[in-house]
Nanobody
Framework: QLQASGGGSVQAGESLRLSCAATARTFSGYIMGWFRQTPKKEREFVAAITWTGGSTFYADSVEGRFTISRDNAKQTVTLQMNSLEPEDTAIYYC????????????????WGKGTLVTVSS
C-alpha cells in the first residue's frame, strides 16, 4: 500500500513537504514517483526517482522547485515542494512508476490515496 500525507493549504511562494509511506511489496526495487490530478486536468506526472536514487525525473512545470527523494531503509518517498504556485493545486498521489514507450511518458502501476495541496494567490 501507498499512503501519501503532508498536503495542506498554503499561499503562493510557500513550501510543503509530502511524504509517502510504502510497504516492501510496493517499494522495494521500484521506481517511485508522484503524479497529481485536478477535476479540470488529466493525470499529470510530477516527479520520479529510481530505486538507488541515482536518477530523478521532473515535469517541466516543477523542475527547479520540487525535489524528490527516497529513504529505502524506511520505505518512504518525499516530495519537497518550494515556491508553490496556484497552478500546483491538485491532489497528489504517490505511485510505483514505470517508464512509458516514449521518452517523457510514465505509467503508474500502483498508487494509494492522495493528499490535497491547495495554493492560493
Amino acid at each position: 500500500q501507498l499512503q501519501a500525507s503532508g498536503g495542506g493549504s498554503v499561499q503562493a511562494g510557500e513550501s510543503l513537504r509530502l511524504s509517502c509511506a510504502a510497504t516492501a511489496r510496493t517499494f522495494s526495487g521500484y521506481i517511485m514517483g508522484w503524479f497529481r490530478q485536478t477535476p479540470k486536468k488529466e493525470r499529470e506526472f510530477v516527479a520520479a526517482i529510481t530505486w538507488t536514487g541515482g536518477s530523478t525525473f521532473y515535469a517541466d512545470s516543477v523542475e527547479g522547485r520540487f525535489t524528490i527523494s527516497r529513504d529505502n531503509a524506511k520505505q518512504t518517498v518525499t516530495l519537497q515542494m518550494n515556491s508553490l504556485e496556484p497552478e500546483d493545486t491538485a491532489i497528489y498521489y504517490c505511485a510505483v512508476v514505470n517508464f512509458g514507450q516514449e521518452p517523457g511518458e510514465y505509467e503508474y502501476q500502483y498508487w494509494g490515496k492522495g493528499t490535497l495541496v491547495t495554493v492560493s494567490s
